[in-house]
C-alpha cells in the first residue's frame, strides 16, 4: 500500500524561510562511515550520507538496482542483468538473467531480496552496511516528523529533515534526483533512494522511495535500470 506524506503548500512557505539550524545527528561509526541513532524497534541504524558523499549534503554518487558500482550512463542496454536480446512492446527486457519473478520477463529465481554480492552500499562501504529493505524505508517514514527546507544548514541544498519521534535525533536526505539515459531533471527537484527489494508483480521494477518538497511517498517502484541514490542502513 502506498503511503504518501503530504504538506500544505502554505504551512510549507513558513517552515523554509531562511537556513535549517537543525544539524545532522551523528550516533557512531561502522568501518569509518558515520550513523545516526533513531531509535528505531528493528535496531536498524542509518547512514548519515549518501554512498558516494563525504556529507550530508553531497548527493553521492548513482547506482542502478543491484549493481555495485557508479555509472554515468544509465539504460537498459547497459544494465547488468539483462541481456538485451529480447524486449517486449515497450522495449522493455525479457531476458532478465536474475531477480526475476515471471517468466514472461526471463528465468524466473524468485529472488526478491539484493544477494550481498549485489549490493552496492556493501560493495562500496563494506561491513555490515547494506542498502535497506523497503519495509525498512517505510519504518523510516513512520519514526520520523519529517519538514522541507530548501538550505539546510546553510549549505543551499534543499530536503527533508526527519526528526525522530523516539529520541529527536536528526537525518536528513537531499534531493539528488535520478538518472536515466538523457533525463536528470529531478536532480536538485526530488530525492530517490532504492531499496533492496525487487517489485514482486513486475520485474523490471524495484522499490524506492522519494523525498519531495510537496511530501514523501513511500512504496512505489521504478525501472531497475535508473540511476539512484542509496542511503545505507547497518546494525
Known amino acids: 500500500m502506498k503511503n504518501t506524506i503530504l504538506y500544505p503548500i502554505i504551512a510549507l512557505g513558513l517552515m ?11 550516533s557512531g561509526k561502522v568501518k569509518g562511515h558515520a550513523y545516526v541513532d533513531l531509535g528505531l524497534k528493528s535496531g536498524v541504524k542509518w547512514a548519515t550520507c549518501n554512498i558516494g558523499a563525504k556529507k550530508p549534503t553531497e548527493y553521492g554518487d548513482y547506482f542502478a538496482w543491484g549493481e555495485t558500482k557508479e555509472k554515468k550512463d544509465f539504460s537498459w542496454k547497459n544494465y547488468k542483468w539483462c541481456d538485451n536480446k529480447k524486449v517486449d ?10 531477480y526475476c519473478v515471471e517468466d514472461k520477463h526471463g528465468k524466473v529465481d524468485d529472488v526478491k531480496i539484493l544477494d550481498s554480492k549485489d549490493d552496492a552500499a556493501t560493495a562500496q562501504w563494506g561491513g555490515s552496511w547494506r542498502t535497506p529493505t523497503n519495509d525498512e524505508l517505510g519504518e523510516l517514514l513512520d519514526i520520523c516528523n519529517w519538514k522541507w527546507t530548501n538550505n539546510f544548514n546553510g549549505s543551499g541544498v ?78
Open 158 to 235: 534543499a530536503g527533508q529533515i526527519g526528526t525522530s519521534k523516539r529520541n529527536g535525533n536528526k537525518i536528513f536526505f537531499p534531493v539528488a534526483g535520478y538518472q536515466f539515459e538523457s533525463d536528470d531533471s529531478t536532480i536538485g527537484k526530488s530525492g530517490y533512494y532504492w531499496s533492496s527489494t525487487l517489485y514482486d508483480r513486475y520485474s523490471p521494477c524495484a522499490y524506492y522511495i522519494e523525498f519531495g518538497e510537496g511530501g514523501i511517498e513511500w512504496d512505489y517502484y521504478t525501472f531497475r535500470s535508473r540511476g539512484l541514490s542509496i542511503r545505507a542502513v547497518t546494525k
Open 16 to 26: 523554509v524561510c531562511g537556513a535549517e539550524c537543525s544539524a545532522q545527528t551523528v
Open 89 to 98: 512492446s515497450n522495449k522493455y527486457p525479457q531476458d532478465f538473467t536474475k
